[in-house]
């Protein structure tokens, strides 16, 4: 089926069509000075913190006894958002979880790349946008709310 590349691909083309989302990142992003991780999260519509990075976290191989693996890849999303009561931030943070959720509950194939957004090996397995945490955090000094979503890809491979 498709490559890591395709996939994380797929992922972020999906992520950047959501209204509002902010600066996405395909990997987790790093910088020297304070000022320069913030301006990787920056949105310069309104100044705030606004964007995600998503990377996979782990990879599951099943080995279907006919030259192919399944391969179920589990990726972390990690969404940032400034942290601003008197705007009740905290719900246009739970706004925007619910956008992304619903942005891979349709076209569960991210456009043919995967063969699903679940673990198919699992007869119960979550499938979509799975919300694992939502807390608030200092991101380089500015308080901000954090998100920690979770989605489970699988391919076929020979």
Request: net charge negative.
């Amino acid at each position: 089926m498709a490559s890591l590349d395709a996939i994380r691909a797929a992922i972020k083309a999906r992520l950047e069509a959501v209204p509002g989302i902010g600066r996405v990142h395909d990997y987790e992003r790093f910088a020297k000075e304070q000022a320069g991780f913030l301006a990787l999260y920056k949105d310069p519509s309104d100044g705030r913190i606004r964007g995600l990075w998503f990377d996979r976290a782990s990879t599951r191989e099943v080995d279907l006894d006919i030259a192919t693996v399944r391969r179920i890849h589990n990726w972390r999303l990690v969404v940032y958002l400034s942290l601003d009561d008197a705007d009740a931030t905290a719900k246009a943070l739970q706004t925007l979880i619910e956008a992304i959720t619903t942005a891979f509950r349709t076209g569960r194939t991210l456009g043919g790349t995967v063969l699903d957004v679940r673990d198919m090996t699992l007869d119960d397995a979550p499938s979509g946008i799975q919300v694992d945490a939502v807390e608030s955090v200092l991101l380089a000094g500015v308080l901000c709310h954090r998100a920690t979503l979770r989605l489970t890809t699988e391919t076929t491979e020979p």
